[in-house]
C-alpha cells in the first residue's frame, strides 16, 4: 500500500485500534474490497486492554466478543468459581493476545488493511490527514478516499491513566486498582472508592485472594443496579437470554412510571441490587452472578455520603460527612469513569463513521454491524435509520432510553432480510441460533411474550421517556 515515509492512499482511514475499531475492520473488509489504515496511539492493538488491571476480565461471555471472523476463547461453560455454569470471560491478557493475532493473521494478512501503531491523527481532518508519529515526530500525509472512522470517540477514562479529582494530603497511601496486586505488606485495611464495576471487581479480588469483609471499607457514592449474569447468555444458553428479554419487555410494556418499571424489572430478574435496603439510583450495565452478589453484600462497612473531596491521615471528607480514618489503611482509587458520554452526533456522515452504541452491552457487535452496512449501502440516511446512536447509560432511568433505541433498532434489523441474515451468522450476536433452541423449557413461551408485547413495549418506552424529557423525535 506504499514505501514507509511515502503519502499513503485509502478507502478508510481508522483511527483506533481497540475492540471496536478491529471489529469494523473485520466486518468492512468481509463485504468489500476497501483498504483500511488503523492508526493506535499505543504499541499494539486492544486498546484500553493494553492497560487494564490485572485482574480485570469480561463482563460479558468471551463468546459474543471480538471480531466476527474469529473466535475468542473455546466458547466453554466454566465449572467452578464464581463463574460457575456460564460461558468463559476472557482476561486482558486473552484479549490482547487476540486481538494481537487478529491483527496478524485476519486484517494484516488480507493484504487490504496496515496498521500504524504509536501514531495519532486528528479525526476531524477528513479527505487529507496527517499520521504523525509519537516516537520520531515524522508525518505521513494520508488521502482518504472514502470516510474516517473515529473508534476512540467513546474510548474508556481507565484506572491506570486516571488522575483521581480529590485532595490527598502527605503520608495518606493511595493506588490505582492496577497497583493492588502489588501490595507488598499488609495494610491496616482496605478503603475501596467507587460503586462502579471496578470498584465491584476490586472488592471481589479482595474477597477471592481471603481479606476480612471486616477489613474492607467500600465508598459509594451511589449505589447501581446491576444485570444478572444468568440473563445474558449465549450459543446453548440463549434460552435464559430470550426468556429474561421477553420478561423485561412485558414490564417495559405494562410500567406506569419508572418507578414502576424497575420494581417489575427487578421482580422478573432483570435487574439485581446489592444492598436491599438501598434504592439503586445508577446503572451502567456492570454484569454480576449470584455468587459475586453474595460476595459483595459481606461487605458491611459501606460508606454512603457522597463523592470524596480530601483524603487525611486521620478522616475522610465526603460531600455529605467528615469521617474518621487511619493512616496505616490502603486506599484503592476506582473512580475512573469508565465509559464516557460525549455528545451524540450522527454514526454515518457523508465522510466520517463515529462509532457509538446501539444495542445494549454489544459494543463489538454495534462496530461490526456498523462495518457490514458501510461495506453495503451507501445512503447515510439509510444506515443512520439502522443504527440510531444510543449513548452508554449512567443513571437507573437511562434503562428507558437504552431499551427504548435499542428495541427500535431490533425491529428494523429483523424487517431487513440481509441484516437479519447477516445476525444469524454472527458470532456476535447474543440471540444468534436462537430459533435452534425453540424447543427448550419455557423458550417457545418467551418468543411468542416477546412477540406480544414487543409493539405496546416501544410504544411505552417511548412515552416514560417523554415523561422525562428525552427528545425522541429523532427516532
Sequence with gaps: MGKPGAPLEVDYLVIGGGATGLAFTDALISDSDATVLIVDRRHSPGGHWNDAYPFIRLHQPSAFYGVNSRMLGEDRIDDDGPNAGFYERATAAEICHYFQSVLNDRLLASGHVEFFPMTVCDPDEHRRVRAVSQLTGAVREVTVRRKVVDARYLESSIPATHAPGFAVDDGVRLVPV??????????????????????????????????????????????????????????????????????????????????????????????????????????RMAILSEAELERLRSIENVIRAGHVRRIATDRILLEGDDVPSRADRLYV???????????RRPIFEPDRITIQPVREGSPTFNAALIGYLEATRDDVGEQNSMMPTNPYPTAAEDWVRVRHV??????????TPDVRDWMENSRLDISAGLGDHAGAPGVAAAIGSYFEHGDRAIENLGALRSQLGDDITDL
Design 178 to 283: 492496577n497497583d493492588l496486586v502489588r501490595s507488598e505488606q499488609p495494610p491496616g485495611g482496605f478503603v475501596v472508592i467507587g460503586a462502579g464495576k471496578t470498584g465491584m471487581d476490586a472488592c471481589n479480588w479482595l474477597l477471592d485472594n481471603g481479606v476480612d469483609p471486616d477489613d474492607i471499607t467500600w465508598i459509594k457514592p451511589r449505589d447501581a443496579w446491576v444485570i444478572d449474569r444468568l440473563t445474558f447468555q449465549p450459543l446453548e444458553k440463549v434460552g435464559d437470554f430470550i426468556i429474561g428479554w421477553a420478561a423485561a419487555t412485558e414490564a417495559a410494556a405494562s410500567a406506569t412510571s419508572v418507578a414502576d418499571l424497575l420494581r417489575r424489572l427487578e421482580d422478573a430478574g432483570q435487574l439485581r441490587r446489592i444492598d436491599a435496603s438501598v434504592e439503586p439510583t445508577m446503572y
Design 333 to 343: 482509587d476506582c473512580t475512573a469513569e469508565g465509559l464516557p458520554r460525549p455528545g
Design 406 to 415: 435499542g428495541m427500535i433498532a431490533q425491529r428494523r434489523w429483523d424487517q
